[in-house]
């Protein structure tokens, strides 16, 4: 469910019955039939960087239904470093789990941004402060005192609701991603 054309990277998220595995805390990956399939790109096996600057160029296109996020990850779930998620919330800043194992955002809530536009999303890692910033705008900056170890990109696309036939297929848009860490 991946495609590049015009040198843009597409997720596509698509109505179609497919045979997976979802994650179960009390069983494991457990086979489960789909209505819908999409995808997830990682650079797990390739690329990891500690600290830098990380950006995206991301077409700004929200579906309530589908859960879209470009995301940095270490070796463990949390915390997740979030340059841009769309769907029922579009926001940034950072998924974590609390004492309890429940997840919580800290970050904001981005308004204001036009729906099929593309921006430059990027988060700056300095010791353990985070900013993040939109087209060279500062929206949000905090300080993750355990975030130690190298990340990896992920790009995904997750449906979380029936999507209408009209939006079909929904599309999760990158132009590019650029990493840079310093000397």
Known sequence: NVAVAYNKLSILTKREKTSGK???PDRGFVPVD???????LSTSRSFWQKEGIFEAKIRFKPVKEVVCSCHLLGESVSPQITLVETGPKNR????SLNGSQKPEFTGITLNGLRKGKYYIFTVEW???????KIIE???FETMLP?????????????VIDKIKSSRFPVSFETDWIRCYKKK
């Open 92 to 95: 940034v800043g950072v998924l």
């Open 137 to 139: 705008r500062l929206i």
């Open 22 to 24: 979802q994650w179960l």
């Open 126 to 132: 300095e010791n353990h402060h985070l900013t993040w």
């Open 146 to 158: 355990d975030l130690e170890e190298a990340v990896h990109l992920n790009l995904i696309s997750l």
């Open 34 to 40: 789909f209505n819908y399939s999409s995808d997830i």
